[in-house]
């Protein structure tokens, strides 16, 4: 019976079949969580203890593949959870010196250094773990050190890399707030743009490009991902595939929030790639060669015409009462896809963990968000709740950063600490 129950699931992992075989995972479960193992080198993969989940490993031609069928959490290890408290927090609402205005990225430095975005004011500023400011830098302006439009900040290794999205030009700082280097940037693909830019400790970067300028009121571009060296821009393109649904409102080019998407991060030496409308992590190496391809069991919710008027509402509430009604029925005449997507972003931790958060619709940024979280090895750990108000923008070893909003919509950057229960036990995490 074990036997068969795994060729059900194994299927699903080989690609055969993409639906979910809900009834079979259950028993299956079962008889697992009663120490049912199929025998080690069985040619069905290997049933296996990960990270205190229960995993099946493969190996096909050379790519290792892990199927989580129970997450950690729920085998009786510790849960982890983000607490409700700031253990650190910087901003202020009367002090202009600490005012932070379109916060666009945080990263957290030797000594514990809390480098942020300050995106309205042109700046980068540092903090001390006291609270107190360290040093700041920029202004607006075209110039080396200067900034038009910052829209992104984050830390890698001995550097601190700043986006502007104006002049297409990333800034290379130290920790002191020196600027060490700066470079444009651009696509590596044929007519294509950034999106997105990560980078790790060996000063390696990878980024996401689309194409742009596709004809139809929807259209599926082109996803490229590449990497490189992050000083002189220099690098390849590790994959391609179709990985963006974009929609078009007349004149506006967007993304299409309920179609794919594609999500990259990146460790030492893998860069992460997820579509969302898929449950599964690709990991590549720096040469492009596909390493490893982490799954976990979930089930696609469907996308059907009630779903569809409601947001289509909710997202019109924020126009002027004249317009609301053209842009719903703009919005429910274009091509939406048959389910929503699992996941909407992707955050690799300092000790290379993936989380991975939840996709929900209909909810705001400022509510309570779930996330996946994904071990180093491959193991579904489980889900983590991130409190209401919150919302996460890195991770380190044993704490969360993220941005806090308070009721007048004033922001405020803090550090939480990230905990594990143990029955009715909390602690710090190891």
Same mark, same amino acid.
């Given at each position: 019976?074990?036997?068969?129950?795994?060729?059900?699931?194994?299927?699903?992992?080989?690609?055969?079949?993409?639906?979910?075989?809900?009834?079979?995972?259950?028993?299956?479960?079962?008889?697992?969580?009663?120490?049912?193992?199929?025998?080690?080198?069985?040619?069905?993969?290997?049933?296996?203890?990960?990270?205190?989940?229960?995993?099946?490993?493969?190996?096909?031609?050379?790519?290792?593949?892990?199927?989580?069928?129970?997450?950690?959490?729920?085998?009786?290890?510790?849960?982890?959870? #983000?607490?409700?408290? $700031? %253990?650190?927090?910087? /901003?202020? *609402?009367?002090?202009? =010196?600490?005012?932070? @205005? !379109?916060?666009?990225?945080?990263?957290?430095?030797?000594?514990?250094?809390?480098?942020?975005?300050?995106?309205?004011?042109?700046?980068?500023?540092?903090?001390?773990?006291?609270?107190?400011?360290?040093?700041?830098?920029?202004?607006?302006?075209?110039?080396?050190?200067?900034?038009?439009?910052?829209?992104?900040?984050?830390?890698?290794?001995?550097?601190?890399?700043?986006?502007?999205?104006?002049?297409?030009?990333?800034?290379?700082?130290?920790?002191?707030?020196?600027?060490?280097? #700066?470079?444009?940037? $651009? %696509?590596?693909?044929? /007519?294509? *743009?950034?999106?997105? =830019?990560?980078?790790? @400790? !060996?000063?390696?970067?990878?980024?996401?490009?689309?194409?742009?300028?596709?004809?139809?009121?929807?259209?599926?571009?082109?996803?490229?991902?590449?990497?490189?060296?992050?000083?002189?821009?220099?690098?390849?393109?590790?994959?391609?595939?179709?990985?963006?649904?974009?929609?078009?409102?007349?004149?506006?080019?967007?993304?299409?929030?309920?179609?794919?998407?594609?999500?990259?991060?990146?460790?030492?030496?893998?860069?992460?790639?997820?579509?969302?409308?898929?449950?599964?992590?690709?990991?590549?190496?720096?040469?492009?060669?596909?390493?490893?391809?982490?799954?976990?069991?979930?089930?696609? @919710?469907?996308?059907?015409?009630?779903?569809?008027?409601?947001?289509?509402?909710?997202?019109?509430?924020?126009?002027?009462?004249?317009?609301?009604?053209?842009?719903?029925?703009?919005?429910?005449?274009?091509?939406?896809?048959?389910?929503?997507?699992?996941?909407?972003?992707?955050?690799?931790?300092?000790?290379?963990?993936?989380?991975?958060?939840?996709?929900?619709?209909?909810?705001?940024?400022?509510?309570?968000?779930?996330?996946?979280?994904?071990?180093?090895?491959?193991?579904?750990?489980?889900?983590?709740?991130?409190?209401?108000?919150?919302?996460?923008?890195?991770?380190?070893?044993?704490?969360?950063?993220?941005?806090?909003?308070?009721?007048?919509?004033?922001?405020?950057?803090?550090?939480?600490?990230?905990?594990?229960?143990?029955?009715?036990?909390?602690?710090?995490?190891?």
């Amino acid at each position: 019976m074990l036997e068969e129950l795994l060729e059900v699931t194994l299927r699903r992992v080989r690609g055969v079949t993409p639906r979910r075989v809900v009834g079979d995972f259950l028993v299956l479960s079962v008889l697992l969580s009663l120490g049912c193992q199929e025998p080690s080198g069985s040619p069905l993969g290997e049933v296996v203890t990960l990270d205190e989940a229960r995993v099946i490993l493969l190996d096909s031609a050379g790519v290792e593949i892990v199927e989580t069928v129970i997450p950690a959490w729920e085998m009786g290890e510790g849960a982890w959870t #983000v607490s409700d408290v $700031a %253990g650190f927090r910087v /901003g202020s *609402v009367d002090d202009p =010196l600490l005012y932070l @205005a !379109r916060v666009r990225g945080v990263a957290v430095g030797p000594g514990g250094v809390v480098v942020v975005g300050n995106a309205l004011l042109h700046e980068i500023l540092a903090f001390t773990r006291d609270g107190g400011v360290l040093w700041r830098h920029g202004r607006q302006g075209s110039g080396p050190g200067e900034y038009e439009s910052i829209l992104d900040v984050r830390g890698c290794g001995d550097y601190i890399i700043v986006r502007d999205n104006d002049r297409r030009r990333l800034s290379i700082l130290d920790w002191t707030g020196e600027l060490v280097s #700066v470079r444009s940037y $651009a %696509g590596m693909g044929e /007519g294509t *743009v950034v999106s997105v =830019l990560d980078c790790n @400790a !060996r000063a390696q970067f990878a980024q996401l490009e689309r194409t742009i300028d596709a004809p139809g009121p929807a259209y599926m571009a082109q996803a490229v991902v590449s990497a490189g060296d992050l000083f002189t821009g220099e690098g390849r393109i590790l994959v391609e595939f179709p990985g963006f649904l974009r929609y078009r409102f007349e004149t506006t080019d967007a993304p299409a929030d309920l179609g794919r998407r594609t999500l990259i991060g990146l460790c030492d030496s893998l860069v992460h790639v997820v579509v969302t409308d898929q449950p599964e992590v690709r990991s590549y190496d720096m040469q492009g060669q596909l390493v490893r391809i982490v799954r976990w069991n979930a089930a696609a @919710a469907p996308i059907n015409s009630r779903l569809l008027r409601e947001l289509a509402a909710t997202r019109a509430e924020v126009l002027p009462p004249a317009l609301r009604a053209r842009y719903e029925r703009l919005w429910l005449e274009l091509p939406h896809p048959d389910t929503l997507p699992f996941v909407d972003e992707l955050i690799v931790s300092s000790s290379g963990q993936l989380w991975l958060r939840k996709f929900d619709p209909l909810q705001d940024r400022s509510e309570e968000s779930l996330w996946w979280v994904v071990s180093e090895s491959g193991a579904w750990l489980g889900t983590v709740a991130v409190p209401t108000a919150f919302e996460l923008m890195a991770i380190a070893s044993d704490s969360a950063i993220g941005l806090h909003r308070d009721e007048t919509r004033v922001e405020f950057v803090e550090i939480r600490a990230i905990r594990r229960t143990v029955g009715a036990k909390t602690g710090e995490r190891d």
